[in-house]
Structure formats: C-alpha cells, structure tokens
C-alpha cells in the first residue's frame, strides 16, 4: 500500500502567549491554505529565527500550541548556529534555544528546536491496512527518479484526526530527489 510523502519545509508553532508577544495583545493567526492534516494550515505569519551565526525566516503553522516549537532542517540549525536534536513533534524538553523575532516583540525560546523525525501519519484504520501500530518504527522506500532510497527509523503515529501522509524534512526531500508527488510503501 502506497501513500504520499511530503516534504514539510522548516516552521514555527506557537502559544497563544507567544502570539500575542510577537504580533501584538489579542492577535490571532490568519489562515494562507490548509495542510494535508486535519484542521492544520499555513499562516500567513512569519517570524525571523535568530541562531548563534545569523537568521533565517520561517512561516507560522496553526492552530496555536500548548507549547511553542520551531522545526528545522539540520541544514538550517547548523546554517543559524542552533542545536536541533532530532525528535519526534512535542519532545521539546532540553532540545535547541533560540529567538524568535515579530513586528511586535521577541521570544526566547530556552529550548522548543527541533528537527523533526521523519514519521507516517495514520488513521487507525490506515494503521491496520499497513499492518503497524502507533509508535512502530518502520522503512519507507521512496521511488524518485535516479535517487530512490529507503528511510529508516520513520515513526509510525495513529490517530482518528490524521490523514495517511509520511512527512520529511527538506534535507531528506533533497536527499531523495523529491519532486511534487512522490509516494512511498513500508518495506519489510
């Protein structure tokens, strides 16, 4: 059973808290287009990600968080001089600092950097269908034109509110000779 994989360029959740800091009291994201995964979307919203060597621009994704995160390629967290453990979404403790600049105030993030382990998105019943349960580690081979590869350690995550979709980073969609649609089948 084949499935999509898609390339998630770097990005920023956030606190309500860290909104309003960063854009202003009472502000409120505004939606640019809707994600493959269930009432998740591109904001219009951008922050700049002050690292240790300089700063590079990231989008904002919503809904706002319980806690605020910024992911990035491993190329990126070297490029501004951040530390970016590898880690699945939401395992922020003791990961990467950095600032995060707005129009209307800063945030310094003691830790919440991260590049995100690459991962498959299921429905249960998806999950069944693929033969894997949450939290299975599995390889995915991707057929791309002169750079097929399999990906090792992909995190399988179940969840009624998720669409069947692997998500990568832009190192390994570059990795991997990824173009717009490219699709991908656990390999045993």
């Not at 390339?7 to 309003?20: I, M, P």
């Not at 990126?76 to 600049?101: F, M, Q």
Request: with cysteine; hydrophobic share 35%.
């Amino acid at each position: 059973m084949k499935f999509i994989v898609e390339t998630s360029a770097r990005h920023v959740h956030v606190t309500q808290e860290d909104l309003e800091t960063l854009f202003g009291k009472g502000y409120e994201l505004t939606k640019k287009k809707d994600l493959s995964q269930p009432g998740q979307f591109a904001c219009n919203e951008k922050v700049t990600i002050v690292g240790t060597k300089k700063e590079m621009t990231a989008s904002i994704l919503g809904p706002v968080r319980p806690e605020t995160q910024v992911e990035l390629s491993l190329t990126d967290a070297r490029s501004i001089g951040v530390v970016a453990p590898v880690r699945e979404s939401g395992d922020i403790a003791g990961s990467g600092a950095c600032k995060l600049v707005g129009p209307a105030g800063e945030v310094e993030l003691k830790e919440g950097v991260i590049a995100a382990k690459r991962h498959i998105h299921a429905t249960p019943e998806d999950a069944e269908k693929l033969g894997v349960k949450d939290k299975d580690v599995v390889s995915v081979k991707v057929d791309t034109e002169g750079r097929s590869l399999v990906f090792g350690d992909v995190v399988v995550r179940v969840s009624p509110k998720y669409a069947l979709a692997m998500h990568i980073d832009t190192d390994e969609s570059n990795a991997a000779g990824c173009g717009r649609e490219v699709y991908g089948e656990i390999v045993r």
